[in-house]
């Protein structure tokens, strides 16, 4: 195979542990602040890609997610690193929630340990990425699709007609496994790309561990299973629970990730060892007579490689309230929070840590959108052949990521948020109507899901037909 027609690409890692005492993801919940131990190393892995024209680096990190300032940090520390322009890189978040805080927020003790760790965290992605472009080979790309049940609905009513965190078997749900193999040339697995809609919090308030949740159990899993590395890049998950959430068993988190691994893999290997088609080459005379096959698998196009960032307006929220009263209500539940803990008082504790928890989520909103009126996602496209990659800076809703799969001109389409930074949940029209949790802690206004969705497939055509335009080389 001539270097001219075949992709190249190769994956780096690094272990990212913070040190011990950081502050905890901070669920509203937690009687906690600082994490207690590790139960699961955290990775940040690096997939580099390359046409031998231009270079794209992929990261997934078993981080909750970085702020646009962070992402963008990030990605000039790469990007310094390796000469790969900042516009070429893509950094997506597992979205565990018991990862360690990453932003400031109502978590004060053990905050100190997260800006220095931060930095390691973007120095040890850095020389992931190296060890990735120092051993770039070609390969061959695979995909094929599964499903997996470990996903439900959260967006759920009590019987009182409250709209919780919780589990809507009615409601809509997206449970497709997109699966994208790079094997080298001697059949050796490079990396597998998995895509899946679930948020990352089995593990919920009572854990006091710090862990990659049910993503970091799949990494595992396929590696053992299929060989390489794998990458595991969180789909349209802002509707999307774990079927077992919030709770402080361990085994849990291991069993459904467990369950999707396998999955995964079973994909995986699929594609190398189960034909699509066969062409018959000879009958070999034995004791019966035998049929020899030249075997036909799955391998779609995987050139040209282009890169795309498309900044989409949307509209913003303009029912919030004045940020001197949420900050006047939120000190006010701090100072109830140093009362209760210094009386003793579990029951005023419980209560003054989640609505301070809420008031701190709505301030941090108010003080993001300042006056605008719209802003501007961002939205990354990696195109290699009749793969897309494609994601953005938020949290969307499964239906939006289906309609975007379902109608887009490539085959196999990988959509992601939680990447390159983080604007909050953006819920289709029809959800945002309904209220509740992702809707109330959102910045986005009345349609903004819409246009996003039809701006995406916009894009989408138009680098179709531009790879159509030039099957063989990038520009």
Not at 75 to 97: D, K, L, M, N, Y
Not at 154 to 161: C, N, P
Not at 458 to 471: A, D, G, K, W
């Amino acid at each position: 195979m001539r270097s001219d027609t075949c992709l190249f690409a190769a994956t780096g890692r690094r272990c990212i542990n913070p040190p011990m005492g950081i502050a905890h993801q901070g669920w509203g919940a937690q009687r906690h602040e600082r994490a207690e131990g590790i139960d699961l190393d955290l990775w940040t892995t690096a997939l580099a890609l390359s046409d031998q024209s231009s270079k794209v680096i992929i990261l997934d990190l078993d981080l909750i997610f970085l702020s646009g300032e962070g992402a963008n940090r990030l990605r000039s520390v790469i990007s310094a690193a390796t000469g790969v322009p900042a516009e070429c890189i893509r950094c997506s978040w597992t979205h565990s929630h018991s990862s360690p805080v990453t932003d400031k927020t109502w978590v004060q003790k053990g905050y100190d340990l997260v800006p220095p760790w931060l930095e390691a965290v973007n120095d040890l992605s850095a020389q992931a990425a190296c060890e990735a472009l120092s051993n770039l080979q070609p390969v061959e790309v695979y995909a094929g699709r599964g499903e997996c049940l470990i996903n439900i609905n959260r967006r759920a009513l009590t019987a009182e007609g409250r709209l919780i965190c919780g589990k809507n078997r009615e409601g809509s749900s997206d449970h497709e496994v997109l699966v994208v193999k790079l094997d080298g040339l001697n059949g050796k697995t490079v990396a597998t790309l998995v895509n899946y809609a679930c948020h990352p919090t089995v593990l919920g308030p009572p854990n006091r561990l710090v862990t990659p949740d049910y993503p970091g159990v799949v990494k595992r899993i396929v590696e053992d299973a299929v060989g390489g590395r794998c990458l595991f890049l969180l789909g349209a998950a802002g509707d999307q629970g774990p079927i077992q959430g919030y709770l402080d068993d361990l085994s849990v988190y291991k069993s459904l990730g467990a369950i999707l691994g396998h999955e995964v893999a079973k994909v995986a290997l699929s594609l190398s060892y189960i034909p699509a088609g066969e062409t018959l080459r000879e009958v070999l005379e034995s004791g019966a007579p035998l049929g020899i096959y030249d075997e036909h698998f799955l391998k779609v196009s995987s050139l040209p490689l282009k890169v795309t960032t498309r900044e989409i307006l949307v509209p913003l929220r303009t029912d919030l309230p004045e940020a001197t009263v949420v900050s006047g209500t939120l000190r006010s539940w701090q100072k109830t929070i140093e009362v209760a803990r210094a009386h003793g008082d579990d029951q005023a504790l419980r209560e003054a840590i989640f609505m301070g928890r809420r008031s701190d989520i709505l301030l941090r909103l108010i003080e993001r959108l300042g006056t605008q009126t719209e802003l501007a996602v961002e939205t990354q496209f990696i195109c290699t052949g009749d793969v897309a990659l494609v994601s953005c800076n938020f949290e969307p809703f499964s239906k939006t990521g289906f309609e975007i799969k379902r109608h887009s001109p490539f085959p196999v389409t990988l959509f992601s948020g939680y990447s390159n930074g983080y604007l909050g949940y953006m819920a289709t029209s029809e959800e945002r109507r309904l209220g509740g949790y992702e809707v109330e802690a959102s910045p986005f206004g009345e349609g903004a899901a819409e246009i996003f969705q039809r701006q995406v497939l916009v894009t989408l055509h138009e680098l179709r037909s531009m790879s159509e335009e030039s099957p063989i080389r990038s520009t």
